[in-house]
C-alpha cells in the first residue's frame, strides 16, 4: 500500500504488466484493445487510451500504452529521404501538361455528339457525356473535355460547354476546303503542338535523339512525357495534314503563306529576338548560285529575310566587292559574318566550297533548298528549309521563315553549325 505523500518510482527495467493477452468479456485482448483505439486516434495520449479503454471494461496502465505505441513505431518501415534527382524526377513526373492530352480526331468526338444529338446548343458537361453515350466524371472525361477546349473547339464556363464556330466549321463545312482549312486552324491553337509546328514548318523532323532533345530543351516537355506528346503531335499533324512522308523523314508542310490560315509569323520574330543583340552592322553573308532563276531571288526574297531579321545582306559579287582577288574577299566576307545563309538548289561548285570554309570556321549557316536530293547526306542533321515554287505563295512563306531561322540560330547557334562524327 502507498501511503499519502509517497512519490512511486520505476526502475528503468522493463516493466511487465499481467493478464495483457487475457480477453474482456468481448473477447478482445487488452493489447489488441489498445492497439485499435490507437489506430483510430493517433494523437490521443496515453492518459486518453487508458481512460476511454476503462469505460469499456478495459484495466490498462498508461505506461503500458506508451509502451504499445513505442512498439509500433519500431515496427513501422523507415522511409529514405529522396534524393534531389529523385525529387526533381517527381517533380517532372507532376508537370500539368500544356498541350492536349488527346488527337484531334479524338477531340471531335464531344463536339460531333453535341451537335448530332443536341442540335449544336450549349449543355452541361454531364449531358455531353451522356450525349457521347459515357458515364461523366471528373477524371478521363473531364480531360478529354480539356483538350476539346484547347484545340478551340469548345468554350466551358461554368459547367457548361458550346461549341465554337471552329468546331461546326470542321464538323459541318459549308464549303470545299473549310474541313481541312478548320483542321489546321485547330493545330495552331493548340498549346505546345502549335509551338513544334511553326518552329519546323518547312522542314524535316529532326532524327528521334535530336527531335527529342529539341522538346525537352527547346519546347520544355518533360521527358516522362515524351512519348505521349510526340504521339499526339504526329497523329494530329498527320490528320490535318500538315505532315508528308519524304525520303523516309517526315516533312512539316507550310502553311503561314495563306490567309485562310494564319501563322502570327511577326509574333514569333519577336519572341526569337529577345534575349539576343543584332545590329544593322551586323552582316550575314549569302551563299547562292548567280545563274538564273535562283540569282533573281536574292532581291526577292533573301536580302529582305536577312533585313526583317534586322541584318545586313552581303553577298560574294562584284557588285558587293569591287575588283580584286575573288576568294579574298569572300574569306573576310565568311569571317566578318555574323550568320549565313546558303542556297543549296543546283549543288552549285562554288556554293558547296564556301559552305566549306563557313563550317570549318564555326560559323552557324541557315540552309535552304527546293530539292532534297541537292542536300548532302553529311547535312541532314542541320535544319534546312525546303520550298516549293510551285506554291504562290512560296516567296512570303520563306522570306519569314528564313528570318525566323537566322534569329533562331543566332539564338542557338548549335542548330546551325556542322558537327563532326566525332562530336555527335
Known sequence: MVGQGVTLTYPATRISFGGTTMPNAKGKSKAEAVRDHLSAHPKATARDVADALSQEGFDVDPRYVSQVKSRAKAAKPKTKKRSKTKEATAKSSGHKAKYPRHTLERTLRIPRAILDQNAGRECTEKDSASFVGITYNKGPYALELSSASKFGLLERSSGKIKLTDLAKMILRPQEEGALLKGLRKAILNAPEISDVYEHYRGENLPDEQFFDNALIDKFGIPQDKLTEFK??????LKYAKLVEKSNGKYRVIDVSGSADVPVDTEARLKKLGKGIT????????????????HGTYYDQVYKQAIQKAGLRAVRADAEIFGTGKIMDQVWRGINAAKILVAELTTRNPNVFYELGLAHALRKPVVLVSSNEDDVPFDLHHIRVIYYNITDPFWGAKLIEKIAENILSAIKIPEEAIFKSVEEE
Open 278 to 293: 543584332v545590329s544593322s552592322e551586323d552582316t550575314c553573308f549569302l551563299v547562292m548560285p548567280f545563274a538564273e532563276p
Open 231 to 236: 504521339s499526339i503531335f504526329m497523329d494530329s
